[in-house]
Structures are given as C-alpha cells and as structure tokens.
C-alpha cells in the first residue's frame, strides 16, 4: 500500500544543532507539506512544494528550510535549533483536483525536543 | 492573524447524542473546507469536505455544513460514538493547495 513516513518519530537534541526530518510518501503526490503542532496553536504551515525543486514559504518558516529533489522526499532542516522549536511535526502529501488541494495525508508525526 | 477559528476548545457528548463542532473563518477567498480527525500519537485523518459552491455534504453519521454569508461550517456527528472521541481540526484552502487549519476542538464521547 502506498503511504507516507516520517523518520525519526522521536528526537532529542541540543540548542544550536542542526536536524533534518526526514518524510517520504510512496503515492507519486506533486503537492507535500510541513506543519507543526502546538498546545494553543493547531498546526501552523512551515513550508511546502508543488513539485521538484518547487519550495514555499509558510506561516511559520523562520529558521526551517527544505528542498525537493525528487517527488518522494521532503526533508525538512532547522538549521540552528532553538527551544522554541520543540514541537511534534507533520508531514502531508496532496494531489491537487479539480482547483483545490484535495485531502492532504498525514504521517504519524515526528516528535522533537530541543534541550 | 488565524483564519480559521475554532473557538471551543472542547466538547463533551453522551453516546448515541449529536456531537456539532463549529468553526468560523474570515477570508472570502476560502473556497474549499475539510474537517480532519486526530487521535492521539497519531496523524490527522481526512474526514469530509464541501466546497464553497454547496451548503451541506453527508457521509454516513458526519455531516458538513457551510453557511458562506455568516462564514461558518460545522460537523454534525449522529450518533455519537466512543470511538468518536479525539481532536477535530477544521480547514480550508483559497483556490490553492496549502490548508489552513483551526486549533482544534478535542470531542470526549461518553458512555
């Protein structure tokens, strides 16, 4: 069956390391998307990508890159990790119809905690 | 500023009741909404969606509704089931791809 994966599901670092999280979706979907989720906030888009090599900011895209080499993997990257980015982060997948972005699918979340 | 509002943060319903979770948004350009559903430890799961160009969509016991003029859905849930209970995220796009989504509303479904 097709589906999306997140890699590490757990993750703990230290403040000002770099960490990627990985996520790769097997249903060949152009459209893949980053969100975090926080008590209080719902989940808030970081970044997204139409397609290879196609990358777009979000809501809250401070300090978080990602690039799109191939059409099954969006890693994401915070470059320095700061507290604030502790967080339990989603991956989605999408393919667009008819005009709209047609139901996203998640992955089970990768937790992170920067000490 | 959020977009989409879901201002109860938490709802409690007897088994076999109707559970309605409410959700406002303020942009007029939304013209696609969906509810998604999220258990714990979990990933959100798609649940049900209209377009801005209807006013009800039913699947099974989940029932969407879209009031344009008074820029407000809500999920009807009949009946209410256990199983039922987890966060409920409600979302919309404006004619492009990224969602955004609502806080959440956590539903308990009591026996």
């Known amino acids: 069956d097709a589906e999306i994966t997140q890699s590490p599901r757990h993750k703990i670092t230290e403040t000002g390391r770099q960490v990627t999280l990985a996520c790769h979706q097997t249903?060949?979907?152009?459209?893949m998307f980053w969100y975090r989720q926080d008590l209080g906030h719902g989940l808030r888009l970081i970044h997204y990508?139409?397609?290879?090599?196609?990358?777009n900011k979000g809501e809250v895209s401070d300090g978080y890159s990602v690039s799109r080499s191939n059409t099954e993997d969006l890693p994401l990257t915070l470059e320095s990790a700061a507290s604030s980015q502790t967080s339990v982060y989603f991956c989605a997948s999408s393919e667009p119809r008819q005009g709209n972005t047609g139901e996203l699918f998640f992955g089970e979340g990768s937790r992170l905690t920067v000490l | 500023d959020q977009q989409v509002k879901q201002n109860s943060p938490s709802l409690s319903v007897q088994e076999g009741r109707i559970s309605i979770l409410n959700c406002d948004y303020t942009n007029s350009m939304f013209d696609y909404f969906l509810w998604y559903k999220k258990y714990p430890a979990e990933g959100p799961t798609f649940l049900i969606s209209?377009?801005?160009?209807?006013d009800k969509n039913e699947d099974g016991r989940f029932t969407v509704f879209l009031n344009k003029s008074a820029k407000h859905l809500s999920l009807h849930i009949v009946p209410s089931q256990p199983g039922d209970s987890a966060v409920y995220f409600c979302?919309?796009?404006?004619?492009?791809?990224?969602?955004?989504f609502g806080k959440g509303t956590s539903l308990l479904v009591t026996p």
């Open positions: 249903w060949n979907h152009n459209n």
């Open positions: 990508s139409y397609g290879v090599h196609d990358t």
């Open positions: 979302a919309a796009s404006a004619g492009g791809y990224a969602l955004n």
């Open positions: 209209i377009s801005s160009i209807k």
